[in-house]
């Protein structure tokens, strides 16, 4: 900062007019070192160095950046391939498309050809989020706080829920949730803060001024989830309609139970407080003329995809009062009690403890990530799946149905140490079923026959 308040530019060759072209303050000073990094220099003298919240973050970054080739690696080739493909896209200007569905800001990714491979939810811009683009849930968060949010959930970590009903899919092979992973990607479509935005557009300027800088402009990666994109799916309540006017044969109506099946256990394992019949998703091959009679020819096929799984793991039980319940649960599918097909393929993996330990490592690896991550918080979201599948293992014994697992009393078990060893503690909470699920649900009976 100059002696009389003016304002520079310490580049190659110094130019007001480039200033006055960029709309600069000028009350700040602008820095363009040898890297092409961007530094903003307060009138105090102090570097502002994109800090915020109490963190020095970057702003855009420059052509040196070390962690850029680590961020995206992973061990599954066929997903490392999508991310790469999406990255690609991004470079060569086909843009993240945003859905305007929902209360947070999520995009349709595409690759080269403009085709739909994922679903990115960034942290920042989730209902939580500072950056969320939707104005109406901002205007709710404002004026009625009381009722905004899940009290029983952590907020803004969405995102990392969203990767662990994918790793909770993943390790009992259930396969109803679309390969679900933590990305850092970043993209002009979307939704950045105002002092980002202008500082790409100062180093957009930079650039054309000043070429043999080979500036890299790229925005700030944002951290989030990205769920693979699947093809030919309709929301669960079309399908369903549409099997109460044309039935299904028999061995497609089987095959639905089954898919259904893996997603109870899901939702109920995570403790999912947010499963309507329009984010869970039915892809519906007919048969062939003639298969349906033919026993020998089983054409055609049923498949579930469990999506949008961003407000699930809570820290607690939801409160009577806002129960959150599982809208599956007035299906005819839910009266059936669970087939030994989902025994076989999950009862021996819950009652053992080394598997569900394993399942919760693999969790907290991914959650303690998050900058926010709380230990204590991370335990009781683990006590509360824990009782989750005590109660379906039980449930799965005593061949009771879904609507009848949905009507035990919720319990926590928590780990402590007593002493030298590590016991658990059950927590139960009494609660009277049939009447609780009329009351959570007054359009009970709505796909019932």
């Known amino acids: 900062m100059a002696a009389n308040g003016s304002t520079q530019i310490t580049a190659q060759n110094p130019s007001i007019s480039l200033l006055q072209t960029l709309h600069l303050s000028s009350h700040s000073e602008l820095e363009v070192d040898s890297d092409g990094e961007i530094e903003f220099i307060s009138e105090s003298g102090g570097h502002s160095g994109g800090r915020r919240n109490g963190e020095k973050i970057p702003l855009i970054r420059g052509q040196s950046s070390e962690d850029d080739t680590k961020l995206n690696l992973f061990e599954d080739p066929e997903y490392s391939s999508v991310i790469e493909s999406a990255e690609q896209a991004i470079n060569e200007g086909v843009l993240p498309e945003r859905i305007y569905q929902g209360s947070s800001g999520s995009y349709f990714v595409h690759n080269s050809n403009q085709e739909n491979i994922g679903v990115f939810k ?12 939707k104005w109406t849930k901002w205007l709710h968060k404002t004026c009625c706080p009381c009722c905004f949010g899940r009290s029983c959930l952590v907020p803004n970590q969405g995102y990392l829920s969203e990767v662990g009903a994918s790793i909770v899919d993943e390790k009992l092979g259930l396969n109803v949730v679309p390969k679900t992973k933590l990305v850092y990607l970043s993209s002009d479509s979307f939704h950045y803060h ?64 089954l898919q259904f099946e893996r997603l109870v256990v899901l939702d109920y394992i995570i403790r999912n407080t947010d499963r309507g019949n329009d984010n869970w998703l039915i ?11 033919d026993s020998s020819n089983r054409n055609g096929s049923v498949k579930l995809a469990a999506i949008d799984n961003g407000l699930a793991f809570p820290y607690k039980h939801p409160d009577e009062w806002r129960a959150y319940p599982f809208y599956w649960a007035w299906l005819p599918l839910a009266r059936e009690p669970f087939s030994e097909n989902i025994k076989e393929a999950v009862l021996d993996k819950l009652k053992d403890l080394q598997f569900v330990q394993s399942m919760t490592d693999e969790i907290r690896a991914v959650f303690s990530k998050d900058k926010g991550f709380d230990r204590d918080i991370f335990d009781k ?10 109660n379906l293992t039980n ?34 909470r009494r609660r009277p079923g049939w009447l609780f699920l009329k009351l959570c649900w007054p359009h009970e009976g709505r796909y019932l026959e």
Not at 381 to 390: D, E, K, S, T, Y
Request: proline share 10%.
């Open 194 to 257: 105002l002092k980002d935005r202008c500082v790409m557009r100062i180093k957009r300027g930079v650039a054309s001024l000043w070429p043999n800088l080979n500036m890299k402009l790229q925005w700030p990666r944002k951290v989030g989830s990205l769920q693979l994109f699947v093809n030919g799916y309709k929301d669960a309540s079309i399908i369903l309609d549409e099997f109460k006017q044309s039935p299904p044969p028999p061995h497609l109506q089987r095959q639905l139970q």
């Open 283 to 293: 892809k519906y091959e007919k048969p062939l003329e003639g298969s349906e009679t």
């Open 122 to 133: 960034p942290k920042d811009e989730e209902p939580y989020g500072h950056l969320n683009p």
């Open 395 to 428: 449930a799965l014994e005593q061949h009771k149905s879904p609507w009848q697992l949905v009507q035990m009393p919720p319990i926590t078990i928590e780990r402590v140490r007593i002493g030298r060893t590590k016991r658990f503690i059950q927590h139960a």
């Open 381 to 390: 979201q683990v006590a509360v799946m824990r009782g989750q599948i005590l």
